[in-house]
């Protein structure tokens, strides 16, 4: 509904009230009429001049927008009944008698006016200021009062914005946060990547230039420096393929329409090719999982999960220790444990084991290799497919546990 439409019904409404008042008197239908008209009148060009000045004065303070039309209310009020009035021979002394108690409630109202003006304007410029906040940098600290107004609370117009206000910071503040976040993660694995490539590179030009000057010419150091050069060229391209696959996952480019295959095969397949190494770090691999299990679940990602957990939990296990993977079907999901012998990671880094790049002095160190992209693939990997990933210290290691929703046969 428009404000004219408004208007008009408020006007309408109040002669049909007067025209009933007029009748409950005993007032004639000529006489109540002539009254209401002149009252009318009397207030209608009160009432355009002020609507003329609050338009004009549109850009002073609320205050004085207030005060404009609250005068020019008791104006209307007044004129309307001072020309009434004077039509209906009111003797003097009525009529000054009636001037005095519109003037005193005149001088009340006007003060009211002001008071509700002041409450109006200190609002407006706390909410303002909220405004200002929302471009202020992280570090200041916002307004104390975030979801309501300082007293008095004048509108719930006010209020409702002071609140939105506030919540946009709250976001904008987080969001500044994770962004600052993202930005350390990314400098941090630029400078993790680029040692990481530059020690294979080194190694392997190292090599070729020994071989090719011929500093090395016997057939066992050749065959000991062909065999690094394998080794340093597969480190180099493990490095390659966790790059590429973080990069898919930071795309959103996740195909979940993937070929699905039996969890406890699965599983199998995966602890049997682990072995290989373990067996050279003499780490035992005990697997408990139920290898009849007909759940399916995404062939190419999940092996990716669980292959790099148990290469992280191979890689951190001591000599002689053991990995064991359990766990089952509960309800429609998976649940996959894989507990190490790492000696425990310590509480400060469990918060960003999952974060890219990052190695802890226990959970990941350079000299066991890895990139340190491992545990981030794997967590977003599961995310991708709706799944989870946790870590808790489970003596005399740590235990991750994974979920992943699972589709039946």
């Known amino acids: 509904m428009s404000g004219r439409t408004r208007a008009a019904l408020v006007v ?15 007032a004639s239908a000529h006489d109540g009429a002539v009254v209401i008209l002149l009252a009318a009148g009397g207030s209608a060009g009160v009432a355009i001049v002020g609507s003329l000045l609050v338009h004009r004065l549109h850009s002073r303070s609320l205050r004085v927008q207030v005060l ?36 005193v409630s005149a001088a009340v109202s006007v003060a009211a006016a002001v008071q509700l003006g002041t409450a109006f304007e200190r609002s407006t410029v706390h909410v303002g200021e909220m405004a200002r906040q929302l471009v202020a940098p992280a570090g200041v600290a916002p307004l104390a009062a975030t979801t309501s107004l300082p007293p008095p609370v004048v509108t719930g117009e006010l209020q409702r914005l002071a609140a939105q206000l506030a919540a946009a910071r709250a ?13 350390a993660s990314r400098r941090e694995l630029v400078a993790w990547v680029s040692h990481d490539l530059r020690s294979p590179i080194a190694s392997i030009r190292a090599m070729a230039e020994a071989l090719d000057d011929h500093v090395v010419d016997d057939q066992a150091s050749i065959e000991r420096y062909h065999r690094s050069m394998c080794l340093e060229s597969e480190r180099l391209g493990a490095l390659v393929d966790d790059l590429f696959e973080l990069s898919r996952i930071s795309a959103g480019a996740i195909d979940t329409d993937q ?40 062939m190419s990602d999940f092996r990716r999960v669980l292959r790099n957990l148990l290469d ?40 960003r084991l999952f974060d890219v790049a ?29 799944g989870s990933i946790v870590i808790v210290n489970h003596s005399p290691g740590c235990r991750f546990t994974v979920r992943l929703p699972v589709v039946s046969r």
Do not use: W, Y
């Open 12 to 26: 309408a409404a109040g002669f049909a009230v007067g025209a009933v008042i007029a009748a409950a008197i005993g």
């Open 68 to 103: 404009i039309i609250v005068l020019a209310s008791i104006v209307a009020i007044v004129a309307g009944v001072l020309v009434a009035a004077q039509a209906m021979f009111i003797s003097g002394h009525d009529v000054g008698v009636l001037a005095v108690i519109l003037s």
């Open 171 to 183: 976001d904008l503040d987080a969001a500044r946060a994770r962004a600052e976040a993202l930005d």
């Open 259 to 298: 070929p699905l295959v039996p969890l406890g095969e699965l599983v199998t397949e995966v602890t049997a090719a682990a072995e290989v190494t373990a067996a050279t770090r003499e780490v035992r691999i005990v697997n408990l999982l139920d290898e009849g299990s007909e759940a399916m679940v995404p």
């Open 312 to 351: 992280n939990a191979v890689r951190h296990t001591r000599a002689g220790g053991t990995v064991v993977l359990d766990g089952g079907i509960i309800g429609r999901t998976a649940v996959v444990h894989v507990t190490d012998e790492c000696g425990g990671i310590p509480e400060e880094d469990m918060g």
């Open 358 to 386: 990052f190695r802890g002095d226990v959970a990941r160190s350079r000299d066991q290799g890895g990139g340190g992209l491992g545990l981030a693939i794997a967590k977003g990997l599961l995310e991708a497919h709706h």
